[in-house]
């Protein structure tokens, strides 16, 4: 295998990772408030066990951003790499609001 292969993936391919991750993870919360609607209350809650696995893969690609700053390669943020954690962020703001949604439509059930 070349080394090229093995290099630690760039900024912006971490940032993507961060996007795509952050991203299922705000669809599956969403998609929980929805399903908590319906008074599908475990289905709705195995939407935000979905999200919580994406969002674990998004902190592991954090994880490689915070190990390269460790390790002195850390880069001067992109727009690409804050618009990957305003993305984290606002999902993760989601995913708690669909918790609060949950729990308020199994109490009125």
Do not use: C, W
């Amino acid at each position: 295998m070349s080394t090229e292969n093995m290099a630690s993936p760039s900024l912006e391919e971490i940032s993507f990772q961060i996007i795509l991750h952050a991203g299922n993870a705000r669809s599956s919360s969403m998609e929980a408030i929805h399903l908590a609607k319906e008074g599908k209350f475990e289905e709705a809650k195995a939407k935000i066990a979905e999200a919580d696995k994406e969002f674990l893969e998004a902190h592991h690609a954090q994880t490689k951003l915070l190990q390269k700053e460790a390790s002195g390669e850390g880069q001067n943020p992109t727009v690409l790499l804050i618009h990957a954690q305003d993305h984290l962020m606002t999902a993760m703001t989601v995913k708690e609001m669909a918790q609060e949604f949950i729990e308020l439509y199994e109490r009125m059930k």
